[in-house]
């Protein structure tokens, strides 16, 4: 898949509401940090 392609899967999965598949196409290692203090937020292994 390209950027593109994953972008275009992830969205639709979000809007879909299928979790798993949101999930399935982040990496293993994401952290996310947001504005609001949510500093390395993780998937639990």
């Known amino acids: ?3 593109d392609e994953i972008v275009r899967a992830y969205y639709s999965a ?3 509401k299928e979790w798993k ?3 399935n196409l982040l990496a ?3 952290t996310f940090t947001s ?3 949510d500093y390395h937020i ?3 292994a």
Request: proline content about 11%.
């Open 42 to 44: 993780d998937i639990p």
């Open 35 to 37: 504005p609001n203090d």
């Open 1 to 3: 898949m390209n950027a």
């Open 21 to 23: 598949a949101v999930e």
């Open 14 to 16: 979000y809007e879909l």
């Open 28 to 30: 293993g290692d994401i």
